[in-house]
């Protein structure tokens, strides 16, 4: 008994102290006092998020210290910074950069236009990944350490296939689909890429890797020619090879790196370098100018489904997010921020219409992120306006439905069943016997009917024939480059050339921008997020790695299994 009163206290004091973390957790720290000669600094423990959902505090990997920075407010410090004569120069310290493509562009943008300020721009790399690279590349001077390294390698996919693993292990798939490059479902049907999809992602990627490279080059002034074959042979591996090829300026360790950024500033030996992240600065003015006049952003981030989580994009969340905009008379226009590959077809459908109900109240602009495709796309359409950013995943324009059966498994194992019904197709579909060819005929108008009704809404948008749409759509993916020579999208442009322009067509001089939906404290993500579904995924990821944690949802989703869907099956990286 005293044993058991003792564990039962010890687990009370733990709960209680749990409990008092997350509280003081959720109330935040004081506001940031910004010091004469600062340096903004990017570093490893910034990670650069789309949406505020995404921003979930893991308490399954106590050791992470990273902070999440809104992509908008990351681009608004450094605007602010430009002028700030606190800070005297920015400094790119992250050898891992936590960002999407899309999102390390509008980076590398807003700091070329800090560096008009006249202020300094270092860069420094131990281990360097390519995405980290692409951004530190901007600066006046990049550093790396003697024994260090820089992975620029070019762009490469990699298409995983689990037809022969469904044969052997007697699990069958039907697939209904429509369009020849919805290649979502093709690592299901084949054992090696299609000529179609080979061609859309070679197109894709090279479209990428030119916007990318281009700039890389050009910040560095390495010519085309010998910049291709900098990148061909690795040579940033070599820290030498990098320094010979202008990579790199000079190879100096960190402490050498910082002492001469204390010479930049003249100060003195004793005199502390003050390095300010992007999270500490934008703590020290989050709170000014919140009266007046609203543009909102709301952002939606991540996979489409039906219901009424905050993760991601849920459909009933999203409408009654859409409705609160809609009825707010201090919200005077709202931008769209999608960062999305699509989902559910239905739950997509859904948050189309209450949009479309949104436009007849106020403007409504859309900025895409690094994905805007298939349900992603097709939640675009009610815009006045579409903002798309070069390197923008953008279309996938197709419809597809999977349904999984375990027939030949079972009766390996000995299991078999018999059907007793009512009426003719009340079982079309069994995940012993599979789908009945009625209930495939079924599926298939199914699918043709939500293809024709996607397409209908992009003609209507887009001022296009169902011709011209059908003939870029059949679920291929564009750049956003691409995407505007087709008349997928009617600008190239940032988050923030999309906020100007919906101020602008509101009519608005003097306003400040709200996001939505908002952000959620720790103490509510955690109790949020305590159910035994969740939970158990989260052991999964943290044990095995995101990385194999995706191929694994690829087989086991049960979203992708349940209804028709509107998704890309892709997610570019720049490693």
């Known amino acids: 008994m005293a044993n058991i009163v003792a564990i039962l206290i010890l687990c009370a004091v733990f709960f209680f102290f749990f409990i008092m973390m997350l509280v003081f957790s959720s109330m935040g720290g004081e506001k940031a006092i910004i010091k004469k000669n600062s340096i903004l600094t990017i570093n490893l423990k910034t990670n650069i998020i789309d949406s505020p959902t995404e921003e979930q505090n893991d308490w399954f990997d106590i050791k992470s210290q990273n902070k999440n920075v809104l992509i908008y407010e990351a681009l608004e410090a450094i605007n602010k910074a430009k002028t700030d004569d606190n800070i005297k120069g920015i400094s790119i310290e992250a050898d891992d950069l936590h960002a999407g493509i899309t999102q390390i562009d509008d980076l590398r943008s807003a700091i070329e236009d800090f560096k008009k300020s006249g202020k300094f721009v270092y860069a420094y790399g131990n281990v360097v990944s390519q995405s980290s690279y692409y951004l530190g590349s901007v600066a006046d001077k990049y550093y790396l350490n003697p024994s260090g ?63 990318t490279s281009t700039r890389i080059a050009s910040s560095r002034k390495i010519d085309t020619a010998q910049f291709r074959t900098v990148v061909d042979s690795l040579y940033g591996m070599i820290p030498e090879q990098s320094l010979k090829y202008r990579l790199a300026d000079k190879l100096i360790q960190k402490t050498e790196y910082d002492e001469m950024m ?58 009654k997010y859409i409705k609160e905009l809609q009825e707010n008379d201090r919200v005077k226009a709202v931008v769209f921020r999608i960062n999305s590959p699509g989902g559910s077809a239905n739950a997509s459908d859904e948050i189309l219409f209450e949009l479309q109900q949104l436009k007849k109240k106020k403007p409504l602009i859309v900025s895409f992120g690094d994905y805007a495709a298939s349900g992603g796309y097709y939640i675009a359409m009610a815009a006045d306006k579409i903002y ?136 509510e993500q955690v109790f949020s997020d305590l159910n035994e579904e969740d939970i158990s995924a989260r052991v999964i990821k943290n044990k095995i790695g995101k990385a194999n944690y995706e191929i694994l949802q690829q087989i086991t989703d049960k979203k992708l299994q349940s209804e028709v869907k509107m998704e890309m099956p892709y997610q570019i990286k720049i490693n």
């Open 388 to 523: 798309s950013e070069p390197n923008t995943l953008t279309g996938s324009i197709g419809v597809f439905g999977v349904i999984p059966y375990f027939k030949d498994i079972a009766n390996k194992n000995g299991i078999r069943s018999d059907i007793v019904s009512t009426n003719a197709n009340s079982q079309y579909y069994s995940s012993l016997n599979g789908v009945t060819p009625y209930g495939v005929s079924l599926i298939t108008r199914s699918v043709e009917g939500t293809y024709k009704r996607f397409v209908h809404f992009v003609t209507q948008n887009r001022k296009q024939t169902f011709e011209q749409i059908d003939s870029v759509g059949g679920g291929r993916v564009w750049s956003g480059v691409r995407a505007k020579e087709i008349g997928l999208v009617d600008e190239l442009g940032t988050l923030n050339d999309a906020i100007k322009f919906a101020a602008q067509k509101a009519g608005l001089t003097s306003y400040h921008v709200a996001s939505y939906p908002k952000k959620m404290s720790p103490f």
């Open 262 to 319: 204390k010479s930049q500033l003249n100060l003195k030996e004793d005199d502390k370098l003050n390095k300010v992240s992007l999270g500490k600065y934008i703590s020290s003015y989050a709170d000014e100018n919140k009266s007046g006049d609203k543009v909102a952003v709301l952002y939606a981030s991540g996979s489409i489904n039906n219901g009424d989580e905050y993760n991601e994009i849920y459909s009933e969340k999203y409408i």
């Open 149 to 211: 390294m820089i992975e620029l390698k070019g762009l490469a996919t990699e298409v995983t296939f689990f037809k022969d693993f469904a044969e052997k292990y007697g699990i069958g798939i039907e697939v209904i689909r429509h369009g020849k490059f919805k290649s979502a479902v093709e690592p299901f049907l084949r054992n090696d890429i299609s000529p179609e999809n080979k061609e859309q992602l070679s197109t894709l990627l090279n479209d990428i890797w030119k916007n």
